[in-house]
Nanobody, 126 residues
Framework: QVQLVESGGGLVQPGGSLRLSCKASGLIVGNYAIGWFRQAPGKEREGVSCFSRTDGSTYYANSVKGRFTISRDNAKNTVYLQMNSLSPEDTAVYYC???????????????????WGQGTQVTVSS
């Protein structure tokens, strides 16, 4: 049984940082496209960052490039999202997802799908 468990969310001031964790069980993170989505109130869920299954390359949404960094610890079977220079626009529930594909295509972007975590709330506010 696959489980993805997120942690690390919370309340942070604008300009601050947080690190989210996604602990996986039932799958090996290095063998899957895996990454992060977020959903803000009243908005659609959007891809944030992910690892490609094929070559382990990373991919970021334009809105977070240069501020967020995805990483993984294969020994801990865990994926992380380091978020810096946070702004109120980053406020959302952040979800971990695995499966499918990750990366740009000629039609848009592929984002992981199939297995989902329960989400962790990130609130950026002064």
């Amino acid at each position: 049984q696959v489980q993805l468990v997120e942690s690390g969310g919370g309340l942070v001031q604008p300009g601050g940082s947080l690190r989210l964790s996604c602990k996986a069980s039932g799958l090996i993170v290095g063998n899957y496209a895996i990454g992060w989505f977020r959903q803000a109130p009243g908005k659609e869920r959007e891809g944030v960052s992910c690892f490609s299954r094929t070559d382990g390359s990373t991919y970021y949404a334009n809105s977070v490039k240069g501020r967020f960094t995805i990483s993984r610890d294969n020994a801990k079977n865990t994926v992380y999202l380091q978020m810096n220079s946070l702004s109120p626009e980053d406020t959302a529930v952040y979800y971990c997802a695995a499966g499918g594909a990750c990366g740009p295509t000629q039609y848009g972007s592929n984002w992981p799908t199939g297995y989902w975590g329960q989400g962790t709330q990130v609130t950026v506010s002064s």
